[in-house]
């Protein structure tokens, strides 16, 4: 995979939880992706009972300017 150039807006990293593993997670995905659905849960690998949370942070790189 080829680095992403500078200015390159940073991939949306969104808030889940898993109910079963009473877990909360963030992943970083595509807002297309998230439209789609959610991400899999880190601990059961599953996405059957992960609902999202609102709340979403952009994963910020180490900006220099
Ligand atoms: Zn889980």
Do not use: L, N, Q, W
């Not at 150039?5 to 808030?15: H, K, N, Q, T, V």
């Not at 807002?31 to 690998?45: F, N, T």
């Not at 009972?49 to 952009?58: G, L, M, P, S, T």
């Amino acid at each position: 995979m080829a680095t992403p150039p500078e200015g390159r807006p940073a991939m949306p990293e969104y808030a889940f939880y898993c109910r079963p593993c009473k877990k909360p997670f963030t992943a970083a995905m595509t807002m297309a992706a998230h439209d789609k659905g959610v991400a899999p849960c880190p601990k059961c690998g599953k996405k059957r009972e992960v609902e999202k949370r609102i709340a979403v942070a952009y994963v910020v790189t180490s900006k220099k300017s």
